[in-house]
């Protein structure tokens, strides 16, 4: 009798921990559920308030360049802004050249960074790099001509370095005149080509170009034009190197022994030959 009681027991025991193992896989089960429809829900609603940024980033692209399209922005004047600006600090743009750099060589008064451009009738949106690479996706910008050019190519950078927070998966190479600055993941390059004078020159090293005789092959720019002749984009910069009273033309090549060479006056129209080359 003793002996049937017993085994009573132990099945009440046996099905009562089966109910309680059965209960707590069901249980389990529920939760990684739940935690698998969670997860599921907080990636969709990530993935979506990505696509939303995105959608409004490029909506505002759109919005601004419809805005600048009706508004002359060239109609405006210079405004104190000592608030959103300055857009970058130099010490700390990974692009920027000593020979640039005003705080380093000892610059003490920065006020002039503060300034912004203000049209009369409408308003320009705060600099955003993002909106310039979306602009640029699949382009190439070239800035052509002399370190005024190139302070302006550094400048850039800069602005989109400032705005990105660093963050873009970029690369910077140069070759001989050529410096080129890539956004990979736009497949856009922002780049800047030593050619002071545009047209062939005594005077086209990047880094030895002091040069107090100036000679020009005034109708030759092939040697230049090959490295710009695909750019989408084409800033122009070299009017100040053409302000010396007299400049010496070559018609011919350099070292050869029947080169014409003549001093020319007139430096309106020498840059204007330049231009026509």
């Known amino acids: 009798m003793n002996k049937n009681m017993n085994i009573g027991k132990l099945k009440i025991r046996f099905f009562k ?22 997860n599921n829900v907080v990636r969709q609603e990530e993935s979506e308030e990505e696509n939303r940024e995105t959608t409004k980033e490029r909506n505002d692209i759109v919005a601004t360049t419809n805005e600048e399209a009706k508004c002359n922005l060239f109609s405006g004047k210079w405004i104190y802004d000592d608030v959103s ?17 005003c705080k380093k060589y000892g610059r003490k008064e920065f006020e002039y960074q503060k300034w912004r451009w203000q049209p009369n009738h409408c308003d320009l949106p705060r600099y955003k790099g993002t909106a310039l690479l979306e602009k640029i996706r699949g382009k190439r910008v070239v800035f052509v001509g002399d370190s005024l050019n190139k302070n302006q190519w550094v400048s850039m950078l800069c602005l989109i370095e400032s705005s990105l927070n660093q963050s873009l998966n970029k690369s910077v190479m140069r070759h001989d005149n050529l410096f080129v600055f890539k956004a990979i993941e736009y497949n856009a390059t922002i780049e800047f080509y030593w050619s002071p004078l545009l047209v062939e020159s005594n005077c086209d090293d990047p880094d030895t170009h002091s040069i107090r005789d100036r000679i020009l092959r005034i109708t030759s720019i092939e040697k230049h034009a090959r490295h710009w002749n695909n750019a989408d984009i084409l800033i122009f910069d070299s009017f100040m190197w053409w302000l010396d009273p007299t400049m010496t033309f070559l ?3 350099f070292g050869s022994s029947d080169a014409i060479y003549k001093k020319v006056g007139m430096r309106y129209r020498r840059y204007e030959m330049a231009l026509t080359t």
């Open 17 to 38: 921990s089966h109910y309680i193992a059965t209960f707590f896989l069901i249980a389990l089960a529920s939760a990684l559920l739940c935690l698998t429809v969670d």
């Open 251 to 253: 018609w011919g090549s």
């Open 85 to 101: 600006r300055p857009l970058y600090d130099e010490e700390s743009c990974s692009f920027m050249i000593g020979d640039y750099a």
